[in-house]
């Protein structure tokens, strides 16, 4: 039995001097290492066959795809909202390099909770997402051919554990 196999891939780093929490906010690309990390990923599937590829709609997750989409020119790079970010309502804001401030009082309310998140969208609704994103890819694809989505950490990190 062929196994279908859907390669699932973290965007490059961000130029983010600032130390924003950028979450879904539009504007954060790749930074230099980014681009080297992205380059490489093209490199890593320059000889493999895929038959499909998804990104999230957020511009360094597409910019770390167009590598590897440039040296299959023939595979549509299909864009899937559900493979976002999680929603996070302290995006926007700065909380220094290390997130020191993140600890400030007006921040704590945000932080209540860590298994809900009460800061965002709840675990529970980004593996709800994930999980069909994951299996439609999976099955869009011919019996042993090989997939490649581009996402985000926290998504990719909450699909893993539910597998």
């Known amino acids: 039995m062929e196994t279908t196999i859907v390669?699932?891939?973290?965007?490059?780093?961000?130029?983010n001097p600032d130390h924003v929490l950028y979450g879904r906010l539009p504007g954060f690309g790749l930074s230099a290492l980014g681009r080297r990390?992205?380059?490489?990923?093209g490199e890593r599937f320059a000889d493999v066959d895929l038959a499909a590829l998804r990104v999230s709609p957020l511009q360094r997750a597409q910019e770390t795809i167009a590598p590897v989409a440039a040296n299959h020119p023939d595979v549509e790079v299909v864009v899937d909202e559900r493979i976002i970010e999680a929603a996070n309502v302290l995006q926007g804001r700065s909380f220094g390099?290390?997130?020191?401030r993140l600890l400030l009082p007006r921040n704590l309310v945000h932080l209540r909770n860590p298994f809900r998140p009460s800061w965002g969208e709840p675990y529970t609704q980004v593996v709800a997402r994930m999980r069909p994103a994951i299996a439609?890819?999976?099955a869009?694809?011919?019996?042993?051919?090989q997939?490649?989505?581009v996402s985000h950490q926290l998504p990719i990190y909450l699909a893993r554990l539910d597998a």
């Not at 869009?140 to 051919?145: H, R």
Request: aromatic share 4%; hydrophobic share 40%.
């Open 136 to 138: 439609d890819l999976a």
């Open 147 to 149: 997939a490649l989505m």
């Open 140 to 145: 869009s694809v011919p019996t042993g051919s």
């Open 37 to 41: 990390m992205a380059d490489r990923l």
């Open 97 to 100: 390099r290390f997130n020191e």
């Open 7 to 15: 390669h699932v891939c973290r965007h490059g780093q961000v130029q």
